[in-house]
């Protein structure tokens, strides 16, 4: 009975070794991999800030190593650099290299917010391109309601672009309606009266 009960013990004494060292061990390793991580995220943190100084140089200069970074970080990093990217291409005038950026890019952005911004500077690209029809679609596709004030917008300016002036009217009030800044409302205004002249 004895001998029985000092077995049972060492069994548990056994079990509680091997359960605590597993326990050190996932800790240990949880612990390595998340500076592992870290370690990775602001190597990313420091290629995506040089990647802006590059974009942001006032210099003609070959972005290939920008858009290859853009191509190998599909995260928030290659987004925003891709945003980037294109308003450097938008500025020189290359909007279709700014087209390709932004819809590369709205691929792979699983974020609404940010999809939502790079639908809307699709969406300015095609109206800079006299491609109203595109320009449309694009907003369409914006659900969140969040943006209805800019949306609206822009539609106010296809239509305007389209001579539509009473559908232009109508997106720029309900556009105003839905904007929380009075600098914007004001701008609004300006677009409607300028019309109305």
């Known amino acids: 009975m004895h001998l029985n009960s000092t077995k049972k013990k060492s069994i548990l004494n056994k079990k509680t070794y091997l359960i605590v060292f597993i326990l050190v061990f996932s800790i240990l390793f949880i612990f390595w991999f998340s500076k592992g991580q870290e370690k990775k995220s602001k190597l990313k943190e420091l290629k995506y800030e040089e990647i802006i100084k590059k974009i942001n140089a006032n210099k003609k200069q070959d972005l290939s190593s920008v858009e290859k970074f853009i191509v190998e970080n599909k995260n928030i990093y290659g987004t925003l650099s891709s945003l980037f990217l294109a308003k450097k291409y938008i500025l020189d005038n290359n909007l279709d290299k700014a087209f390709i950026q932004l819809n590369n890019s709205l691929k792979y952005t699983k974020e609404e917010n940010l999809k939502n911004i790079l639908k ?78």
Request: net charge positive; proline share 0%.
């Open 120 to 197: 809307l500077r699709i969406a300015k690209i095609k109206i800079q391109q006299n491609k109203n029809q595109d320009a449309m679609k694009i907003l369409e596709d914006i659900k969140d309601s969040t943006w209805t004030s800019i949306k609206e917008n822009m539609k106010g300016d296809i239509f305007m672009k389209n001579k539509d002036i009473k559908k232009a009217i109508l997106a720029w009030e309900k556009s105003k309606y839905f904007e929380q800044s009075n600098a914007s409302k004001e701008i609004i205004n300006m677009k409607i009266n300028q019309i109305k002249k």
